[in-house]
């Protein structure tokens, strides 16, 4: 018999869901514990498990379905050689949003009130009927109340002040309505030639953030789940989130950890950020259009040099940063393993360049190293790595530096760095700010987090708990 699959109550009060995405596809064998789906709440995404062994039946609600009620028939898993049997259209509740009626439709048929004509004529503009609407009035006490109620993305907020876009006459596409960068930018388009009308004038204009050309939203993914402030963890170059998982392994974990590819790499290898200042952009749009508010950030290497100029952007609510052998503090870098990593694909020229990573090679397992080579086996991901070590790292040099937005960072900041770094000289570790907590381990290398990794999450323990 079909074990049926229910949209899940993911978390205390959930009574909907937004079906994010199908990790399995119909027909494809699952084993118990297999990830299904990515399911957004209204605190975070997260990851559906399967309880049972089989194959994935037809899919009832598809990628992308919002408003999904808690209950609602969503799939099942069938078992070797069962077919599913023919079921009602169960997905059309789906659509509904229990909390918005529908508009056209009044609860009552009342009629609305006579409108009583003034006995004497009322010299007014022949254009403008003494009816108005209230958006169409001029500025009033009620209208500012209600602008105050648009729910908004930092970076749409930010793009509406740039472009004078209204967001109150906006309706949004994010979770619960959300207003988020898309719909701005599609405002901006309809209308251009609103914008001059609503704009300050230019002295009152603070400097505009720099504009960045950026493709799309990065791959990220839930690597835990819990209740609070989520970590977001961004990974460093050559890497990919998955780079985490053995640093996560075994750790109590009890918040949400979400894990971001950056530009070039791992699901992000198409992605069309190619320098710094776009790496930048497309890691702050990926956290606003997954409609992130306060979060701790944990990055390795070029993840934390754009941990740090992000944060140090201001428009983001980051909490504190934790930086492992950070990027951007200084110009020199081991040139060598740069351009001989980006190039490796195989297993075998990739393990001596992975040695350069750590003071004992014994703590790379042969499983690591392989699993590290498959992930490169992709030519496009290889080509997108190259272009981007030509970019950032010329002539063996850091062409890009964090080093000044580090300054301007109000949260708690952790630095961690390893005395034998063969990528990045340990020496860098004295310029960072003095009020910047930094920790120096002799004899480890470019990766603390898999080296001495219990006594990192003792440090990282002890930093969130200091944390606002």
Not at 35 to 48: G, H, N, S
Not at 238 to 263: K, Q
Request: net charge neutral.
């Amino acid at each position: 018999m079909p074990k049926d699959i229910f949209m899940p109550a993911l978390s205390a009060g959930m009574e909907e869901g937004h079906l994010v995405r199908w990790l399995k596809k119909e027909g494809e064998a699952i084993k118990r514990g297999d990830l299904l789906a990515e399911i957004e709440t209204d605190k975070a995404v997260m990851e559906m498990e399967a309880d049972a062994d089989g194959r994935l039946g037809p899919i009832l609600v598809g990628d992308g379905s919002r408003a999904v009620a808690v209950g609602t028939l969503i799939a099942s898993i069938l078992a070797e050689g069962e077919t599913a049997p023919a079921r009602p259209a169960v997905a059309a509740p789906v659509a509904v949003v229990a909390a918005v009626p529908p508009a056209p439709v009044p609860l009552a048929p009342v009629p609305p009130a006579p409108v009583v004509p003034a006995p004497q004529p009322v010299p007014a503009a022949p254009t403008r009927p003494a009816s108005l609407p209230l958006a169409e009035r001029a500025p009033s006490l009620a209208a500012l109340v209600a602008a105050r109620k648009v729910v908004a993305s930092p970076l749409a907020r930010r793009l509406a002040d740039d472009y004078g876009v209204d967001l109150s006459g906006l309706t949004g596409s994010g979770p619960r309505g959300r207003i988020v960068r898309i719909d701005v930018e599609r405002a901006r388009q309809v209308a251009p030639q609103v914008a001059p009308q609503f704009a300050p004038q230019p002295a009152a204009v603070p400097a505009p953030r720099p504009a960045v050309a950026v493709t799309g939203v990065l791959n990220s993914a839930w690597l835990r789940k819990g209740e609070g402030r989520p970590l977001v963890l961004v990974h460093g170059f050559g890497s990919e989130l998955n780079g985490w998982r053995p640093f996560l392994a075994g750790a109590d974990v009890t918040r949400p950890v979400l894990g971001i590819d950056l530009p070039g790499h791992g699901g992000s290898a198409g992605h069309g950020a190619s320098t710094f200042a776009e790496m930048v952009a497309a890691v702050g749009e990926t956290l606003d259009a997954l409609g992130l508010s306060g979060f701790d950030l944990v990055a390795h290497s070029l993840g934390a040099a754009v941990s740090m100029a992000l944060a140090g952007e201001g428009w983001h609510d980051v909490r504190s940063l934790f930086l492992i052998a950070p990027a951007g503090l200084g110009p020199d870098i081991n040139g060598a393993f740069i351009e001989g990593f980006a190039r490796a694909r195989s297993a075998e020229s990739l393990a001596p360049w992975m040695a350069e990573l750590v003071a004992d090679a014994s703590v790379l397992s042969p499983a690591f190293v392989k699993a590290s080579a498959a992930a490169r086996a992709d030519g496009a991901l290889v080509a997108a790595q190259q272009r981007l070590a030509e970019r950032l790292f010329p002539d063996g040099t850091q062409a890009f530096s964090a080093r000044a937005a580090l300054e301007k960072i109000a949260a708690p900041v952790c630095v961690v760095f390893g005395g034998a770094d063969r990528i990045i000289p340990a020496a860098h570790l004295r310029r960072v700010p003095g009020a910047v907590a930094q920790h120096l381990f002799p004899g480890v290398g470019h990766m603390p987090q898999l080296e001495i990794r219990e006594a990192v999450w003792r440090l990282l323990e002890r930093h969130l708990r200091a944390a606002p």
